[in-house]
């Protein structure tokens, strides 16, 4: 089906559809998978989508796990969801996508005219994102780094912050500032609210990951009211407040072998040491230190290390110079 011709509210209530979005971007075919629940009664839209980097698994499975558990009969609104929004990337099995080197989570809203990745974004932003009344967007860590099983959301907005704890997650992170180019940053600039997730990675699954993912959702569509019933209380273990830009991550300047001296969610100090990356020999070409006292949210776990890749990420807890 073309993008242009989809509209969920074509299909009948009390149904539930499994469609494919058809488009072309600079001579490629490229294809969204779209799974649609419509529930018997008026309700909310909830959008899920998962895939928008290729190496993350963890969303697409729990997508296609509570879809097929839905009964549109006893819903009130819809389940609309894209399991895999980065096609090129998801069967490069790589973060970025092989046609055009675009990291589809920096491009959005995209542009219908541009690369394969900004057509991508495009099309998710003007088909189904601006469908609905609350999005979540399924992230884990990926193949080269590990990241603690968490949802976030935006720190200003009572909507946001109300579903995270609501949907379960052991580490809740509040942002003060949503960087662009992001899904639920064109989420934001529609007046969408949103919650993300992030998990271990490591390009597998962890029956853990999945349950808690699966849970959530679960949760999250009870909040809304989309499906009857009161979530399943679960305790805030750490509740976490700062930007959660990658991108400003300790990073290498160099390749090598990187040797971590923390771990995930370790509480550490300003300019405490946090790894060291080594040359071939076992020599230390650079050494990593804490920007600020907080929690450790990223790890690269993979010890091969190349120029540029993010290493260590720290973030402050809520109450810690915040006023979340």
Request: glycine content about 10%; proline content about 8%.
């Amino acid at each position: 089906m073309p993008p242009s011709q989809f509209d969920p509210r074509q299909f009948p209530r009390n149904s539930k559809h499994e469609l494919e979005l058809e488009f072309e971007a600079r001579g490629h075919r490229l294809t969204m998978p779209v799974l649609l629940a419509r529930g018997e009664l008026d309700g909310p839209t909830l959008v899920v989508s998962a895939g928008v980097h290729g190496d993350e698994f963890e969303g697409v499975r729990t997508i296609f796990d509570v879809y097929r558990g839905l009964d549109s009969v006893s819903m009130a609104g819809d389940f609309l969801a894209v399991p895999v929004v980065n096609g090129p990337a998801f069967w490069n099995c790589s973060r970025t996508s092989p046609l055009d080197g675009g990291n589809l989570a920096r491009v959005f809203p995209g542009r219908p005219d541009g690369s394969p990745t900004e057509v991508i974004a495009w099309h998710f932003d003007q088909r189904i994102l601006a469908r609905a009344d609350f999005y979540l967007d399924l992230h884990s860590a990926g193949v080269a780094c590990a990241m603690p099983a968490l949802v976030g959301y935006a720190a200003d907005d009572p909507r946001s912050r109300a579903a995270a704890f609501a949907f379960g997650a052991p580490v809740v992170w509040g942002h003060p500032t949503i960087p662009p180019g992001r899904t639920v940053s064109a989420a934001r600039a529609r007046g969408i609210p949103f919650l993300y997730t992030e998990a271990r990675g490591a390009g597998r699954i962890h029956p853990e990951d999945l349950a808690l993912y699966t849970r959530g959702v679960w949760n999250l569509l009870k909040h809304l009211e989309i499906v009857a019933g009161d979530a399943e209380a679960a305790p805030c273990r750490h509740h976490l407040f700062g930007d959660g830009n990658i991108d400003e991550s300790l990073n290498a300047t160099q390749p090598g072998f990187l040797v971590a001296e923390v771990t995930l969610l370790a509480r550490v100090e300003r300019d405490q040491l946090l790894g060291s990356l080594l040359d071939l020999r076992g020599r230390v070409l650079e050494q990593y230190h804490a920007p600020t006292s907080g929690r450790v949210v990223l790890i690269h776990e993979c010890p091969r290390v190349t120029a540029g890749e993010p290493l260590f990420l720290v973030t402050q807890e809520a109450g810690q110079g915040s006023r979340n």
